[in-house]
């Protein structure tokens, strides 16, 4: 299958700092890629869409301006989770959509732990 | 509002113990009904895709079958690595994001 790069696959940092998560779709070009937050035993919950060259469309009760997403290429998505804190620690999870009847594919997650 | 349900939550199993996952679904309009397995901490894997009612596919030990209202993952003599959290999941034609139930997590052993 199609393969979706993400990476950090964990980090931790101070409350207070940001952390940068890049997503790449390796081998297609993704009309849309989303970002996804998943807590410990639930199911993904959908927190932004984002398609290339445009801004994000985000999920009720998503913060905006405290989960910045850039899609700069048709291959790349980044979410900055910006001034995290404790209850921003989280598993975050990347897809890349190349549209139409395509599949979505998932990156491996970011395991987020801030302190 | 679209909606998925899964169920069993969760569902142990004896090696060779065949038994079928349930995800029931309400959409306004099915582009695609999608199957994904998850081991902890890590990403969805894809399994499946169906379309439209009545289709059928299948890979290895896993059969995946669509109705207009639910989803059948049958597992058939599973084996301990068939172990993980199974996703099901739709997206309509309107949108292009996925809504998730809540997963079955499947335990096997040997």
């Known amino acids: 299958g199609a393969v979706v790069s993400q990476h950090p696959s964990r980090v931790i940092c101070k409350s207070g700092t940001s952390v940068k998560i890049e997503c790449r779709s390796l081998?297609?070009?993704?009309?849309?890629m989303f970002w996804y937050r998943q807590f410990p035993k639930q199911s993904l919950m959908l927190m932004a869409t984002?398609?290339?060259?445009?801004?994000?469309?985000?999920e009720q009760g998503v913060e905006k301006d405290k989960f910045l997403i850039n899609h700069a290429s048709l291959t790349l998505s980044t979410l900055t989770v910006t001034s995290a804190h404790p209850e921003d620690s989280s598993f975050y999870i990347c897809?890349?959509?190349?549209?139409?009847?395509?599949?979505?594919?998932f990156g491996a997650g970011t395991r987020l732990s801030v302190l | 509002e679209d909606q998925v349900t899964q169920s069993p939550e969760a569902l142990r199993l004896q090696e060779g113990e065949s038994s079928s996952l349930n995800c029931s679904y309400t959409?306004?309009?099915?582009?695609?009904l999608f199957w994904y397995r998850q081991d902890p901490g890590k990403g969805p894997e894809f399994l499946f895709t169906?379309?439209?009612a009545g289709e059928e596919k299948e890979k290895e030990r896993l059969k995946a079958t669509l109705t207009k209202k639910e989803s059948f993952l049958h597992i058939t003599a599973p084996k301990p690595e068939d172990s993980a959290t199974y996703l099901c999941?739709?997206?309509?034609?309107?949108?292009?994001?996925?809504?998730f139930g809540k997963g079955t997590t499947l335990s096997v052993s040997s």
């Open positions: 999941a739709v997206q309509d034609q309107a949108g292009t994001a996925l809504i």
């Open positions: 984002s398609n290339e060259g445009s801004k994000a469309t985000y």
């Open positions: 169906l379309y439209s």
């Open positions: 897809s890349a959509w190349p549209g139409g009847h395509g599949i979505q594919y």
């Open positions: 081998d297609f070009q993704a009309t849309t």
């Open positions: 959409v306004s309009g099915l582009r695609g």
